[in-house]
């Protein structure tokens, strides 16, 4: 059975979450732990993740400890010197002073840049010392507890999201803000993990924002939202083949386009 929720106002799922995450890791997993930083290094390569992809956010890591060796050097750096150092990141002009705001204020209220401190304290404590800290919301914070210090902490991305929505494990209406409580309170502790990369996963490959895969989905028959899926599927569908025998001469110039969403699945 779901997981009771922590409050009345937290839905109960209309799929089994538990099944939902069993079934996704046969399909997609097994998922091994990689490799990680420590939760400061991992902090400033969250940062310079944001809105950027991973080769570019790890080409500007590699650019900023280069150019620095540690990141006490980076926190007593000049901004223009970070900026120059993470520019083929991208945004660099915004994400150069976030970063030297980060770490001069972990430096102010720790009195070092060591992050371990925060597995000892409860979740929702640890959450709000990282979430204190400038540029870092519940994803990021989420990304550090859970990921880097082992602790049952969502970080909720756009596939996650979109997905959760779909299966009704969150309401239609419920932001990203609240649904890092929500799913939570969803989802056993020790299943975070799993949940995270199944959900991903599902979300990149089968549950895409604009033409999920329904008829491939492996948890479709629990899927509440799978009717009125399809149906704008095939909707759309029919609508294309009808717009490419009005148009094949200007379509035949344009083989093909990608949308923003579509790039990136």
Same mark, same amino acid.
């Given at each position: 059975?779901?997981?009771?929720?922590?409050?009345?106002?937290?839905?109960?799922?209309?799929?089994?979450?538990?099944?939902?995450?069993?079934?996704?890791?046969?399909?997609?997993?097994?998922?091994?732990?990689?490799?990680?930083?420590?939760?400061?290094?991992?902090?400033?390569?969250?940062?310079?993740?944001?809105?950027?992809?991973?080769?570019?956010?790890?080409?500007?890591?590699?650019?900023?400890?280069?150019?620095? %060796? =540690? @990141?006490?050097?980076?926190?007593?750096? &000049?901004?223009?010197?970070? #900026?120059?150092?993470?520019?083929?990141?991208? !945004?660099?002009?915004?994400?150069?002073?976030?970063?030297?705001?980060?770490?001069?204020?972990?430096?102010?209220?720790? %009195? =070092? @840049?060591?992050?371990?401190?925060?597995? &000892?304290?409860?979740?929702? #404590?640890?959450?709000?010392?990282?979430?204190? !800290?400038?540029?870092?919301?519940?994803?990021?914070?989420?990304?550090?507890?859970?990921?880097?210090?082992?602790?049952?902490?969502?970080?909720?991305?756009?596939?996650?999201?979109?997905?959760?929505?779909?299966?009704?494990?969150?309401?239609?209406?419920?932001?990203?803000?609240?649904?890092?409580?929500?799913?939570?309170?969803?989802?056993?502790?020790?299943?975070?993990?799993?949940?995270?990369?199944?959900?991903?996963?599902?979300?990149?490959?089968?549950?895409?924002?604009?033409?999920?895969?329904?008829?491939?989905?492996?948890?479709?028959?629990?899927?509440?939202?799978?009717?009125?899926?399809?149906?704008?599927?095939?909707?759309?569908?029919?609508?294309?083949?009808?717009?490419?025998?009005?148009?094949?001469?200007?379509?035949?110039?344009?083989?093909?386009?990608?949308?923003?969403?579509?790039?990136?699945?």
């Amino acid at each position: 059975m779901p997981r009771k929720s922590r409050a009345s106002s937290i839905p109960t799922p209309s799929i089994d979450v538990a099944e939902a995450i069993r079934v996704m890791s046969e399909q997609y997993g097994p998922f091994p732990q990689e490799p990680r930083l420590d939760p400061s290094h991992e902090l400033v390569f969250t940062v310079l993740s944001q809105h950027t992809s991973d080769t570019n956010s790890e080409r500007a890591f590699q650019g900023l400890m280069k150019r620095f %060796g =540690s @990141l006490e050097d980076v926190a007593a750096g &000049e901004v223009s010197d970070i #900026e120059e150092a993470i520019t083929h990141g991208g !945004l660099a002009k915004i994400k150069a002073p976030r970063i030297k705001m980060v770490l001069t204020r972990i430096l102010e209220l720790n %009195g =070092s @840049l060591d992050l371990s401190f925060l597995s &000892e304290m409860p979740l929702d #404590e640890a959450k709000a010392w990282l979430r204190q !800290l400038p540029g870092i919301g519940p994803k990021s914070a989420g990304i550090i507890l859970s990921f880097f210090l082992g602790m049952p902490a969502m970080a909720i991305d756009t596939h996650i999201y979109r997905v959760s929505k779909r299966l009704g494990i969150i309401g239609p209406k419920v932001n990203t803000e609240k649904a890092h409580d929500m799913l939570e309170a969803a989802v056993e502790p020790d299943q975070v993990y799993p949940f995270h990369i199944a959900f991903i996963t599902h979300g990149r490959q089968v549950c895409k924002a604009q033409r999920p895969l329904c008829k491939e989905c492996i948890v479709a028959g629990n899927c509440p939202s799978r009717e009125e899926l399809m149906a704008l599927t095939e909707g759309k569908a029919a609508n294309n083949v009808g717009e490419s025998k009005k148009g094949k001469s200007r379509v035949s110039q344009v083989p093909h386009t990608f949308t923003t969403e579509d790039s990136k699945q």
